[in-house]
């Protein structure tokens, strides 16, 4: 008996997880890349205890947790360089069963990659969804090429801009501009000693954490229009912005090289989708849900998404249906959750007018005095996520408190109407598609 087969369209975190944990499951997976190569855009990746744990289901946690740079203590500064929080990795580690790793992102693609057979990732391969599919009939995808090709299961990784939740869901709002722009870069790390921060200014903010191999991410966001880019390079506007900022702010830019410097806008899902699924397609990602990067929960979450998926997507054909109705009603309602939080303190990053920055520089430094660590809560719930069952039983890491353990993947009700309603009316609406 031939296997069932899957497609993934986009090579990215989410999209080479899913490919991974679906081809553990037993699945023939085919993952098609837009990009001529796999080298992805991008430096760093944060992976908070969450993702390590959805790691673990394709071997992969313990890699990760190996990468981690991040020994000394670290927090929250202002740009003359007063500290306002503090944190470290154990404390982390007590809270969520983990610390927070920061990976390149170009590391760990190569990981993912190497856990799927050699031909099975297509680089250059623009793909379209042409027929969702449904109980009776398998999905249709149409590779640039003219060329259509049938699957059991569409798995839809194409990002922000994602063409397959466009064709899934024409009507729906696309994400929108959340007011700031972000930079990124990687260079080795400076000779002068400095402890992991995110510091924040007026509508601004600098991140600098170290990765293994000797090597710093730094990323830095602030609040602009949308689709402004600098008269001159990137390293000239950061230099600019920022190049007055503590240690190691200015040695950082001194090292980079102008072309090594990243920049895209940030944009966030506008409205939740009625489903993360429409017959035989699944969204993953950002595609189903773009957020904002102020909690460092995008690609944990999508790396979520992909074990959930592979969770429910047993390697039989005909309850494919079935089981994405179950993956929309486990991740819709968690993943909603994390945009809003995300949002919430994106918010407090953008603020510009003077007053209202000393508020929040006061308010954060006595949250600090009050109960030390404070930052971290900002987690709760969310880096404390268990992979379900029976994958829970195979995690490793030190255990969450059992009062903050979530299992499954969601976070309970929605209390906005974001969730995903009926989950009887998706399943009917996919026998009938």
């Known amino acids: 008996m031939s296997r069932p087969r899957a497609f993934v369209i986009g090579a990215g975190i989410g999209g080479l997880t899913a490919a991974a944990a679906l081809h553990r499951r037993g699945w023939a997976v085919t993952v098609a890349e837009r990009a001529a190569a796999l080298e992805p855009v991008g430096a760093g990746i944060a992976l908070a205890p969450n993702a390590q744990r ?6 992969l946690g313990d890699t990760v947790r190996a990468m981690s740079a991040w020994q000394d203590e670290g927090g929250l500064r202002t740009p003359s360089g007063h500290w306002l929080s503090r944190t470290t990795q154990d404390a982390a580690a007590e809270r969520f069963g983990g610390p927070v790793v920061v990976a390149h992102r170009a590391d760990l693609v190569a990981l993912l990659a190497a856990r799927l057979p050699e031909d099975a990732v297509r680089t250059g391969t623009p793909v379209e969804v042409t027929d969702p599919g449904a109980a009776g009939r398998p999905a249709t995808v149409r590779t640039a090429d003219g ?38 870069f990687v260079v080795p790390a400076p000779e002068r000693p400095f402890s992991p921060h995110e510091t924040w200014g007026r509508g601004s903010v600098w991140g600098t954490v170290p990765l293994h191999g000797g090597r710093v991410y730094a990323y830095a966001t602030a609040t602009v229009p949308a689709g ?31 072309a090594a410097v990243l920049r895209s ?42 074990v ?25 309602p968690r993943t909603m959750t994390v945009v809003r939080r995300s949002e919430r303190v994106g918010r407090l990053t953008t603020l510009t007018s003077p007053p209202a920055v000393a508020l929040r520089t006061a308010a954060v430094a006595l949250l600090d005095r ?9 987690l709760d719930g969310i880096a404390d996520w268990r992979p379900p069952e029976p994958y829970a039983a195979g995690t490793r890491g030190r255990e969450a408190p ?31 598609a």
């Open 54 to 59: 959805a790691l673990d289901v394709i071997g």
């Open 147 to 184: 060329r259509e090709h049938t699957a059991d299961l569409v798995v839809a990784a194409d990002g922000i801009h994602s063409a397959a939740r466009r064709t899934l869901f024409p009507d729906h709002p696309a994400p929108r501009y959340a007011g700031y722009t972000a930079w990124r």
């Open 228 to 258: 402004l880019r600098a008269p001159d390079d990137e390293r000239a506007e950061l230099l600019r912005r920022f190049g007055h900022w503590h240690h190691p702010v200015p040695d950082l830019l001194a090292a980079v090289d102008p």
């Open 265 to 306: 806008d940030v944009y966030r899902t506008a409205a939740a989708l009625p489903a993360y699924h429409l017959g035989r397609v699944a969204l993953l990602g950002d595609a189903a849900h773009a957020m904002v990067p102020n909690l460092g929960q995008g690609g944990c979450q999508a790396v979520e998404d992909a």
């Open 308 to 332: 959930v998926l592979a969770h429910h997507a047993a390697p039989d054909p005909e309850g494919t249906p079935a089981a994405l109705a179950a993956y929309t009603r486990d991740r819709l």
């Open 370 to 378: 009050i109960g030390p660590r404070t930052a971290l809560r900002s």
């Open 402 to 432: 059992a009062d903050r353990r979530h299992t499954g993947g969601h976070t309970g009700g929605h209390t906005d109407g974001s969730g995903p309603g009926d989950p009887g009316a998706l399943e009917r609406r996919d026998r009938t």
